[in-house]
Each structure stands twice: as structure tokens, then as C-alpha cells.
């Protein structure tokens, strides 16, 4: 319980002493104010209970109930048998009037006022207004049809005063109607729905929903949905439904009316995963969504500018579409549709019809590719192992400094790292690399040092120092470094990121000291590495359930896996005769389509 005064103050009422008469003899309040909490017990200790503060038993009625602050009951429909506290001079309380309330019928619930003590003259408001003898004298049960805050006291024969009744009674919301298929499609306040599908009635937890299904007003009497489930109806002719839904203690809600017909219903199917399209309110990417259209109506696509993005074609049905106005309209719709919205291709050398051409613009502003020039993209161009790990780099995004990273790198394997300042095992340290995955430039190395391990020098936040590969006591590999040397001259560009896919077990040199940049990336290839980003550094579990090629026999050991789990995961496909081409160069366009699609499977 607690007492409540509306301008200032709550407190709350967390326990009660009894004598063994059933009268209350202790009254414990706790009162909160930021960073401060006070308990003081009212009138006799409570046993088992030590208590800072306490005060008596009359101050409570003298104080809080006769200053304004009114009564809340933790459960408006429980009440103590017991008589309530007197104060020292034997003037007592009798408890508040009770409530009960009724569902009467849709937005009707009836209430009912009563007192445990005989002879109890009740005095009631429904305004919210402070009740008093001159208020409404309940003679009987009374309706109400809105949210109503019921106020009421009593005159109680041998009782000093009443505590009051505070009872806010509130509206339950409207009962839910939806099809099952979310496929209706409303015209004229009719929803219409293809035939045979069906109608859902959810019920809230406590909630009871009365409906009927051809037209009439639904009573008390009518079919019922309890608390909790759920009934469909299916549509096969015209049906008008109307129900309301009802709870203990609340007022029902009105009638919902919901007229549905079955009808023919096509599907717009957008394809557009930038958000250049609208239909309706909805906006945003709709890609992959399909909209309801009643046979003969018409449907209005909006077209939205989108910063970053410069729009190509739209196209319906796969032709190119005026979009004066900024709009498209289907008109007289009779048949299932798509709309798609392209990227208009920066390059002079990517048409707007290439197959391609979506991928090249979306890859180019996303700033994953380059141009080979400043207007032109080379699609059929190979891929060279120096421009794709770059792309991985971008699109991976493992901080800033590795793009521009150069000289040797190197990768720190646990917590709390000394860096020497020689290296001997007992000198003193220059700094502690303090976390697992700390990329460090390293300046070069020592292949057998004082101890017979091999360390490395290092720079870390401006210290110079030395850091071994292993830690000799138990195996423990503390620093591990990428050793490509041809990374310098014109790949310089992909210095960085080759180094951090290789520390992270995504990429593997053509040896141990060479990375290759130059040469063509096959496409079986780019699987693996995908495969391993994707599995070791996003901790994905892909599939890797064996795909049918026609060329699945010249696919590598290696990759075969990886081929599998790409192809799965809906990143590579084979060729329109069936064909993978595991050891083929990928060109530019392919693995612009490849990351297209890699970005819309992440999200």
C-alpha cells in the first residue's frame, strides 16, 4: 500500500503490526529521496526489527491522513477483516468501501460499491472529485462506459471516519483482427482477401473477447475468445465481424467492425535493397517485400533520392520505366508485377543494362572499389590478389591506421605483453602491451636472441622495445608477425591489409615470404578467403553441404569447402550452363557482385 499526497510526497506502507485482537498496532513507512532512505515504524516495534526512527501510532492519522494524503490499496478488490489503527485517543477508522465491476456489454461495465460494515452509508464521485457527504449516495449499482476514476467514502456507525476508496477504472483496448497471410487489402473500409483465407482473433493475457460473425451486435452471450488464445475464421464469402474485447476490473471496449470480402489479390514485388522505392507509408528498403493489390486497382510506387546513391533505371517486369513526377503507378492491376530500382554506374565503361552494372555502382559508393581511372571501371578485367584483399579490407573494416599501414606488422596473442628493453629475460621492461589482439609495428627481427628464441622489436605508444615470438616455459606464442616481403612499390596500397588478413588466418601467402599482390585471384580462391573471414573472424557456421557443378572434379582440395559453403550462402554461383570455373581469374564484376551480395546476407 501506499499514501499518496498528490503535490508533494508518496510513501509507502511496507509493513503492518497486529495486536492479538486483529487490531493494527504498527505502521511501517519507508520514504525515498535520491541517494536516501527512511523507515520508521509508527507506534509498537515490530518484532524482529531494529528501526533509526519511530514515532506514534496517532501520528499517522494526524498527519499524513488528515494533511491530505489519501489511501492506495496494492489490490482494490482484497480487504483487511481487521479494523483499522486508532489513535491514542480511541477515535478509529472503519476500512474503505469495496469495488467490484462487471463487463455489462460492449464499452459498458457495471460497478458495484459495498462495505464490510452494516449500516455503511457510501458517497461516491466519478469525476476524480474529492468525495464528501454531500457527494452521489450509492443506492444501488451504477454504469460507465469511458475511463473513470471512482472516489468514494462512507459513514460508518461507531467509526470516527472511513478511509476513502481511489479506484481509476480504464478502457481495454480494441480486440485484434488480422488475416493470416497479412495479405489484405482494404478498399472502401473492406478488407478483401483471397478466398480461403482466414481471419485471426487474438486475446490478450485476462482478456476475454466476445464476437459474432454475421453482423450482429455482439452480447454476453455471444461466441467468446478467452484469455490468452486465439480463433480463425475462414473467408469464403462476405463476412462482417464485430467483437470487443472485456477484463475484470476495467470497462470493455467498443465494437470493432471488421467487413471483409474474398476477392483476387496480386503481389508487387519490390526489389530494391537501397530504398529509393515507397508504397504507402512504408518506406525504407522494401527489398524483398511484396504488396497487396485488389484485382482492377491501381498501386502508386514513390520514388525517394537517396544520399550517397544516384538512381538508374526502374524497371518493371525488367523493363525500364518512366518515373515522371517521381512516381510509377501500376494501373488496372491484373496480374503479379516486380519493380526494381538500379544504381546509375559512375563508370563509362559499365552500361546501365549489364548484368553487372547494379553491383559496380553499389560497390563504388559503398567505397569498396575503385576505378581503374577516373571514369572507367575495367569489369572484365581479372581480379589481382592485391586489389581483392584491399576490398576485403574496406569491407571488413578493422580500423583505421591498417589502411595506411606500412613496413612490417605484427599481432599480439595474449594480455599483459612486457616489452624489454634488450633481449635478455631479466631485464627491465619499457611497457606493458596490455590486450590480446594489438597490432604493433615491428621494426625487425632477432632470430636467435640471448635466450636462443627469436624476438622482435617493436614500437609500442612511442616505446622502443623487444618482444619474443614464444614464451620458452610454455609454448606460448606471444607476438606473431606477418613476413611478406614484396609488399612495397606499386601494391604498397594493400600493405595493411594483407598483413591483418594473414595475422587473422584469413589469407596465406603463395609462401611463407611472399603474398603475391601481382597475380590473378582465382575464383575457387576468393571462396577460401571469404570462407575464412566469414568463419574465423565473424564467427559464422556456414554450411558446407556438397553443390552439383559440372566441374566440381577440378576443384581444388583446398577449396572445395569453401566453394560449397559460398555457393550455400548465396555469394558465388556457377555459370548459366552449369559451370563453376573454380581456377578461372575473377574478374572486377564478379567480385562486385559477390560483396553486393555479401552486404545484403550481413545486414
Not at 86 to 107: F, I, N, Q, R, W
Not at 157 to 185: I, M, W
Not at 223 to 238: C, I, L
Not at 411 to 418: A, F, K, R
Amino acid at each position: 500500500d501506499c499514501l499518496n499526497n498528490p503535490s508533494s510526497h508518496v510513501v509507502l506502507v511496507t509493513d503492518l503490526g497486529y495486536d492479538s485482537a486483529g487490531n493494527i498496532v504498527s505502521v511501517e513507512i519507508t520514504e525515498q529521496t535520491p541517494y536516501k532512505m527512511r523507515v520508521t515504524c509508527y507506534g509498537e516495534k515490530i518484532a524482529g526489527k531494529d528501526y533509526d526512527f519511530t514515532g506514534y501510532l496517532s501520528y499517522v492519522t494526524s498527519y499524513f491522513l488528515r494533511s491530505g494524503y489519501t489511501i492506495y490499496r496494492r489490490d482494490c478488490s482484497s480487504r483487511p477483516s481487521v479494523r483499522e489503527p486508532s489513535d491514542e485517543a480511541g477515535l478509529s477508522y472503519a476500512p474503505a468501501p469495496m469495488m467490484s465491476v462487471k463487463t455489462a456489454g460492449p464499452s459498458t461495465a457495471t460497478v458495484t460499491l459495498s462495505h464490510s460494515v452494516s449500516g455503511a452509508v457510501i458517497y461516491y464521485t466519478t469525476d476524480g472529485s474529492t468525495p464528501s457527504n454531500k457527494s452521489t449516495r450509492y443506492t444501488g449499482s451504477f454504469t460507465v462506459s469511458k475511463d473513470t476514476t471512482v472516489r468514494a467514502i462512507a459513514t460508518v456507525p461507531g467509526y470516527k471516519d472511513c478511509f476513502p476508496l481511489n479506484s481509476t477504472l480504464e478502457r481495454v483496448a480494441s480486440p485484434q483482427l488480422d488475416t493470416a497471410n497479412d495479405a489484405a487489402y482494404l478498399y472502401n473500409s473492406v478488407y478483401y482477401v483471397k478466398s480461403g483465407d482466414k481471419l485471426t482473433l487474438n486475446s490478450d493475457e485476462g482478456t476475454t473477447i466476445y464476437y459474432t460473425t454475421d453482423g450482429s451486435t455482439p452480447t454476453l452471450n455471444s461466441k467468446t475468445v478467452q484469455s490468452g488464445g486465439s480463433t480463425s475464421v475462414t473467408v469464403t464469402s462476405a463476412i462482417t465481424l464485430k467483437a470487443f474485447a472485456a477484463k475484470d476490473g476495467s470497462v470493455p471496449s467498443p465494437v470493432v467492425t471488421l467487413r471483409v470480402e474474398p476477392g483476387k489479390i496480386y503481389s508487387i514485388t519490390v526489389k530494391d535493397p537501397y530504398g529509393f522505392l515507397q508504397i504507402g507509408e512504408r518506406s525504407g528498403v522494401l527489398d524483398g517485400m511484396k504488396f497487396s493489390v485488389l484485382e482492377g486497382k491501381d498501386l502508386t510506387v514513390k520514388v525517394n533520392n537517396i544520399s550517397g546513391y544516384t538512381l538508374g533505371a526502374v524497371r518493371v517486369d525488367g523493363t525500364a520505366v518512366s518515373t515522371s513526377g517521381g512516381q510509377y503507378v501500376f494501373k488496372d492491376v491484373r496480374a503479379d508485377h516486380t519493380i526494381s530500382a538500379e544504381l546509375k554506374s559512375p563508370f563509362s565503361d559499365v552500361s546501365g543494362s549489364a548484368w553487372y552494372s547494379g553491383a559496380v555502382a553499389f560497390v563504388s559508393a559503398k567505397g569498396l572499389f575503385n576505378g581503374t581511372s577516373s571514369s572507367t571501371f575495367s569489369p572484365s578485367s581479372s581480379m589481382t590478389r592485391a586489389m581483392f584483399i584491399t576490398v576485403l579490407g574496406r569491407f571488413a573494416n578493422p580500423g583505421s591506421s591498417i589502411a595506411n599501414w606500412s613496413g612490417m606488422m605484427g599481432v599480439t596473442n595474449g594480455y599483459d605483453i612486457i616489452v624489454r628493453s634488450d633481449t635478455t629475460t631479466s631485464s627491465g621492461r619499457n611497457a606493458i602491451i596490455e590486450a590480446a589482439g594489438q597490432y604493433v609495428p615491428v621494426l625487425g627481427t632477432i632470430a636467435q636472441g640471448k635466450d636462443g628464441g627469436t624476438w622482435y622489436q617493436v614500437r609500442y605508444n612511442n616505446t622502443t622495445g623487444y618482444v619474443r615470438k614464444v614464451m620458452p616455459s610454455n609454448g606460448k606464442v606471444l607476438m606473431d608477425v606477418c613476413q611478406f616481403g614484396d609488399l612495397t612499390g606499386s601494391v604498397s596500397y594493400c600493405n595493411g591489409y594483407a598483413q591483418w588478413a594473414y595475422l587473422n588466418g584469413i589469407v596465406s601467402g603463395v609462401s611463407d615470404y611472399q603474398f603475391n599482390s601481382n597475380g590473378a585471384i582465382s575464383r575457387q580462391d576468393i571462396c577460401v578467403i571469404l570462407y575464412n573471414y566469414l568463419t574465423k573472424y565473424r564467427g559464422l557456421s556456414l554450411s558446407t553441404a556438397s553443390r552439383s557443378f559440372k566441374d566440381s572434379a577440378s576443384i581444388s582440395s583446398y577449396a572445395r569447402n569453401a566453394v560449397n559453403a559460398m555457393a550455400n550462402y548465396g555469394i558465388v554461383e556457377g555459370n548459366s550452363s552449369g559451370y563453376f570455373n573454380p581456377r578461372y581469374a575473377a574478374t572486377r564484376a564478379e567480385v562486385a557482385t559477390m560483396f553486393m551480395r555479401l552486404s545484403e546476407k550481413l545486414g
